[in-house]
C-alpha cells in the first residue's frame, strides 16, 4: 500500500469518521460518484461488524497499485470472537444477531477482492479492494 | 443530529440528514411512533434525500419504523433514495418490502393523499 490511514472503531461516531474518510481516498483517486457511495457504504457495513460482534477493533484505508491501475484497499480487523464457520456467515440472511445477514456477502459483491481470515477467540480480518475503472 | 419532524395536516414529515448515527435513527423511531398517535396522524413520510448511505443497519431500521407506524394506523412512504444509493442497496440485496416509496416529497404527499382516501382540491 502506497499510503494507509487507520481509524479506531468503538464508537458508532468512529464509523461515520470511518465512512467520511474512505470517500475522501476514494476521491482522490478518481472514483465515480457511484462507486464513493459503495466504498462508503463498505465501511458501514464492515465496522458495524466490528462494533457488534467484536466491540472495538480498526479500520485501515490505503491506496494501491497493481499493473497500471489504482485502487482502494479497506481492511476492517479485530480481536473479536472470530467466526467459526466463515461459508455459513458469507450466506444472504444468515445472521446471529437478528440482523438482515446482508452485510458479508453484499460487501463481497459491491467489491472487486474480497478475503476474510478469522480465528474463533482470536479475531476477524477483512481485506477488500476496489479499482478505479477508467475509461 | 436529531430528526426535525413536521407535521403537515394528517401527514409527519421527517427529513432525515445526512450522516445520522445509530442513536438519532432509533430516536426517530420512537418519536414517530408517539407522534403518529399524538397527532392521530394518518401517513409518514421520512425523506432521505440527504442520506448518502443507506445500510443494513439503516434499512432495518427503516422497514421496523413503517412496520410500528403501520401498527399503529399510519402508513409510510420513503421518499427521496438516491440514485447511487438506490444501486449500492440493490446490489447489497437490501429491500424496503412493503414499504411505498416515491421520488421526492410532492410525490409522497400525492401518495399519502392518494392512499389515505383524499382527494387533491
Ligand atoms: N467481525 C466479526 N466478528 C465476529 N463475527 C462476525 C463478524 N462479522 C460478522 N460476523 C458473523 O457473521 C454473521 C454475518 O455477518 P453479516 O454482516 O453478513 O450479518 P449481520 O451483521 O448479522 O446483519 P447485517 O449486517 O445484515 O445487519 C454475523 O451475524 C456474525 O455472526
Ligand atoms: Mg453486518
Excluded at chain 1, 32 to 48: G, K, M, N, Y
Excluded at chain 2, 55 to 79: N, P, W, Y
Amino acid at each position: 500500500m502506497d499510503s494507509e490511514i487507520c481509524i479506531i472503531i468503538e464508537s458508532v461516531s468512529d464509523i461515520i469518521t470511518a465512512r467520511e474518510q474512505g470517500r475522501t481516498i476514494g476521491k482522490e483517486l478518481g472514483f465515480s460518484f457511484t462507486d464513493l457511495t459503495i466504498i462508503a457504504t463498505v465501511i458501514s457495513e464492515v465496522a458495524r461488524n466490528i462494533l457488534v460482534f467484536a466491540k472495538e477493533g480498526e479500520i485501515i484505508l490505503g491506496m494501491t497499485r497493481q499493473g497500471g491501475r489504482h485502487g482502494i484497499v479497506i481492511i476492517a480487523r479485530d480481536r473479536g470472537p472470530g467466526i467459526p464457520d466463515i461459508p455459513l456467515a458469507m450466506q444472504d440472511g444468515y445472521s446471529t444477531r437478528k440482523g438482515l445477514g446482508l452485510g458479508l456477502p453484499g460487501v463481497r459483491r459491491l467489491m472487486d477482492e474480497f478475503e476474510i481470515i478469522s480465528e474463533v477467540g482470536k479475531g476477524t480480518t477483512v481485506t477488500m479492494k476496489k479499482w478505479v475503472y477508467q475509461t | 443530529m436529531e430528526v426535525p419532524i413536521l407535521k403537515q395536516g394528517d401527514f409527519l414529515i421527517a427529513t432525515i440528514q445526512a450522516a445520522l448515527t445509530d442513536a438519532d435513527l432509533l430516536k426517530l423511531h420512537y418519536a414517530l411512533v408517539e407522534q403518529v398517535g399524538k397527532h392521530r396522524s394518518k401517513g409518514v413520510i421520512i425523506d432521505v434525500t440527504a442520506l448518502d448511505v443507506m445500510d443494513s443497519f439503516a434499512t432495518k431500521t427503516l422497514r421496523s419504523l413503517a412496520h410500528m407506524v403501520r401498527l399503529r394506523g399510519a402508513e409510510t412512504v420513503i421518499c427521496g433514495i438516491q440514485p447511487e444509493v438506490a444501486f449500492t442497496m440493490v446490489q447489497l440485496g437490501l429491500t424496503l418490502e412493503g414499504i411505498s416509496t416515491a421520488l421526492d416529497l410532492e410525490e409522497g404527499l400525492a401518495l399519502l393523499n392518494q392512499s389515505t382516501g383524499k382527494r387533491e382540491a
